[in-house]
């Protein structure tokens, strides 16, 4: 018997049978009920920002290596992002999204529709065909840039009972930049992206929230004014929710190399930036930590900081960095963290906890290795950096999804 086994806060959360749970791990060869690790039964996470590529983008990512990978990370629902061939604007569209997770999906998937066809933006999907079988509406990847249709969408999602989750970019402002508008890209002669681009449509939108009473989700903030603005729409009373993401918690743009594995949109940002996003999930201002992975082919993340693709792989090592970076440094406690990854993204988007739970050894430390990656993206910021926590089990709905070898 695992007598080291710890069940983290048992009152709330509704964990299998203890002897069930015994008998999963006890088939685990590689772990053992007599050493001195320290294991701990969590609830299943949920991720509200992946990107599982499929379909359109299946050489970068399938459902079934996507699932797959998340449940190595310990989390059992994910809510995938739009940014699709087709893009799911009308029913038909997403029915093909549909058929492939029902085949594939490992874990519990939720999809986004888009909030504009194609995600263009310049005429809303159908949101009423589409609101009964996805998640919420995002145009991730892309800002809607005019201010009367993301008013209007707003209003539109308000009546169906659905949240706008944005990603906010002015275009105007990208001056064609692929990292940081600071003092990396000028040592470096690299085209930086302001941080005006991304607070400034942030600013926008909360107001049109408060005007619509809409239900308004920020993806991927990283500047500290996107903080300043949301904390005082909250305050104010605005239905505004945010995340940001692990690598944003932990770096910033001193730490860039010349590799396409320190790239990713918004970029890496200042020092102030991720000072102000730790308070942000101190106080409660940052309700979510989502990874948005998003994986690409080898030689699309090859090509340096100027030529590869935006994004990073980033749902097999969110736990383990977090609890290393944020935990075990004293930043926040771990019920908080556990808030940010599974208690509110479930509660604001309404996803059901039910028989999902993970088990993990918090004592182990070992190094990120890629290689050693389910998801066919490898690319990750986070490479040989020494981290705590080691996934051994993940179960969904009763059903055991990953399991350590």
């Known amino acids: 018997m695992f007598s080291n086994l710890i069940y983290f806060n048992k009152e709330k959360y509704s964990y299998p049978d203890p002897d069930k749970l015994q008998e999963k791990l006890s088939s685990i060869s590689t772990i053992s009920a007599s050493d001195d690790n320290k294991y701990v039964v969590f609830p299943g996470f949920c991720d509200i920002h992946v990107h599982l590529r499929e379909p359109g983008f299946s050489y970068k990512e399938k459902i079934s290596t996507g699932t797959a990978a998340a449940a190595h990370g310990g989390y059992t629902a994910v809510c995938t992002m739009p940014n699709l061939n087709p893009v799911p604007d009308n029913l038909p569209h997403l029915n093909e999204e549909l058929k492939i997770i029902e085949k594939d999906a490992l874990i519990k998937v939720y999809p986004y529709a888009s909030i504009t066809v194609g995600e263009l933006g310049y005429e809303l999907s159908d949101f009423d065909a589409l609101s009964d079988h996805v998640i919420a509406f995002s145009d991730d990847g892309r800002g809607v840039q005019t201010e009367d249709l993301m008013r209007e969408a707003m209003i539109k ?9 944005a990603h906010c970019e002015v275009n105007d402002l990208l001056n064609g930049g692929y990292i940081h508008a600071g003092n990396y890209a000028k040592k470096h002669n690299h085209l930086g992206i302001s941080s ?12 049109l929230a408060d005007e619509t009473g809409a239900s308004y989700h920020v993806c991927h903030i990283s500047t500290k004014e996107s ?6 729409a909250k305050m104010s009373g605005v239905d505004v929710s945010c995340e940001t993401a692990p690598h944003y918690l932990v770096f910033t743009d001193s730490d860039l190399e010349e590799d396409g594995r320190w790239k990713m949109n918004p970029p890496l940002r200042s020092a ?7 308070q942000g999930i101190i106080d409660g201002t940052i309700d979510c930590i989502a990874t948005d992975h998003a994986p ?3 030689d699309e993340k090859s090509r340096g900081l100027k030529n590869s693709a935006f994004g990073i792989s980033g749902i097999e090592t969110a736990f383990p960095i977090l609890y290393t970076e944020l935990v075990m440094k004293k930043i926040i406690p771990l019920d908080r963290l556990i808030e940010l990854i599974n208690d509110n993204p479930r509660k604001r988007f309404g996803i059901p906890s039910l028989n999902d739970y993970s088990v993990w050894d918090i004592s182990s ?3 990120i290795d890629s290689t050693k990656f ?13 981290v705590f926590g080691r996934c051994l089990l993940t179960v969904c709905d009763g059903k055991t999804v990953y399991k350590i070898k």
């Not at 999602?157 to 989750?165: D, F, P």
């Not at 389910?374 to 020494?386: L, R, V």
């Open 157 to 165: 999602a308000k009546s169906l009972g659905k949240t706008i989750v």
């Open 365 to 367: 430390k070992y190094k």
């Open 227 to 232: 903080v300043d603005i949301i904390r005082d």
């Open 272 to 278: 102030d930036d991720r000072k102000a996003l730790i």
């Open 374 to 386: 389910i998801s066919m993206g490898h690319s990750t910021p986070f490479e040989g950096m020494e």
């Open 296 to 298: 690409h082919r080898d």
């Open 196 to 207: 005006e681009s991304e607070w400034k449509q942030v600013e926008r939108d909360v107001k």
